[in-house]
């Protein structure tokens, strides 16, 4: 079953630590992987997408198929990165996203 | 500015009085996506459509119903409303490409007493 586990539904951290939010996923095609962010009072967003290998606000995240995982990193917090994460796995079938439940980043000072 | 705008932003409502939940985008993109979005329960779809005239079911579909008459809108119509329809709910759009972005609307928050 496609599926996409986001393991910690809460992350803090101090400013300046590196953070690091799990995804894990199961799909049986090549998976395309997305994190998205939803920052307070503001619409989800696109953060990054790892076909595109890019760095934004700080954030990677790669993509290891042999563990099934894509986490989003960053070496070190700020406290606007403070936010909802969600990771998402395009399931291939009709541009359906599969939704991770999200973790909920707070960086505090 | 491309962006997709949803009405009302909120609303509360009484059971079994008929909802229309509208959906715009000004980015010509075909394809447009309705979630409802509940505690523990992350972000499911509801329905989809790939382009005009053409929808279908997600997830959760139960309740709901849409229409696609025109590329840019996207209503989400709940006929008989009832409590567990309780929910955020957030409207998107995604344009052509092998990997695509979503672009999300501000979401809509219902309450159905």
Redesign the interface.
Known sequence: AQRVTQPEKLLSVFKGAPVELKCNYSYSGSPELFWYVQYSRQRLQLLLRHISRESIKGFTADLNKGETSFHLKKPFAQEEDSAMYYCALDAGNNRKLIWGLGTSLAVNP | EAQ?TQNPRYLITVTGKKLTVTCSQNMNHE?M?WYRQDP??????IY?S?NVEVT?K?DVPEGYKVSRKEKRNFPLILESPSPNQTSLY?C?S?GQG??????????TRLTVT
């Open positions: 997709v394809y996506s523990g329960l992350g972000l499911r779809q989809y790939m279908d997600g957030f998107a995604g092998s990997s695509y972005e979503q672009y999300f609307g501000p979401g």
